[in-house]
């Protein structure tokens, strides 16, 4: 998505996808919010490292425990938002794993950001690589990928999971009061799924994203 604003284009992208953000225009100083902000942020941080102790669940045991405890439901994999997200999480897997599948579309230069046709000749690109991406065969990247939620009231907290790669995310959304309410539920369930001393030693994706959650 192309954004136009007072200090030039934007292009927005999802954690999962392939875009990157950029912000064309002058570099602003931070202000002292966000240095107070950014402050809080690396004190929890810290105080969540210390917190952490070896004790690790495997992803079947993490679902079963949000089966008993939140209601967990899976999403049906016919359903649109499962297809998609298997789709973004598919394409990851294979620029991180297999990029040599790709051939010459495994690296597309970023564009001039001040140049809005080179923007968009880039999101073309990267169009055109997911469109590829979606014509391979599953046995480039063998997956085994769940979609499950627990809902509030219309509000939702889903869990993103892939058994063979052992990936386990969280995202949620709602009002102020729904937020926190799936803050603590997402705390909860980072903490089950625990991590290993190997992961401590080694500061894995795991480590890191039960630090993340416990950061929060």
């Known amino acids: 998505m192309i954004e136009k604003s007072k200090s030039g284009v934007s292009i927005i992208g999802g954690a999962d996808g392939p875009t990157s953000i950029f912000i064309a225009g002058k570099i602003q100083k931070k202000s002292l919010k966000v240095k107070i902000r950014n402050a809080i942020y690396k004190h929890k941080h810290k105080r969540a490292e210390k917190k952490i102790v070896a004790g690790a669940h495997t992803l079947n045991e993490l679902v079963q425990y949000a089966l008993n405890k939140y209601d967990l439901v899976e999403i049906n994999v016919a359903e649109r938002k499962c297809i998609e997200q298997r789709i973004n999480l598919r394409e990851s897997l294979i ?16 564009p001039d950001i001040s140049n809005e046709e080179s923007v968009r ?12 991406i979606a014509e391979m065969s599953d046995d480039i990247i ?3 990928f769940h979609l499950y939620e627990i809902r509030i009231g219309d509000d939702v907290l ?4 892939d058994y063979i790669w052992n990936i386990f995310g969280i995202s949620y959304s709602g009002n102020r009061k729904v937020m926190k309410k799936f803050e603590k539920i997402s705390k909860d369930l980072y903490l089950y799924y625990g991590v290993s001393e190997d992961d401590i030693k080694k500061r894995t994706e ?7 959650a416990l950061s929060s």
């Not at 889903?158 to 999971?161: A, G, N, P, R, S």
């Not at 795991?206 to 993340?212: G, I, N, P």
């Open 95 to 110: 620029l991180q794993h297999k990029p040599e599948v790709l051939g010459e579309m495994k690296d597309i230069p970023k």
């Open 121 to 132: 000749q880039y999101l073309n690109k990267i169009k055109a690589r997911g469109e590829m």
């Open 142 to 144: 063998p997956m085994n």
């Open 158 to 161: 889903e869990m993103e999971i």
């Open 206 to 212: 795991r480590y890191s994203s039960l630090v993340a």
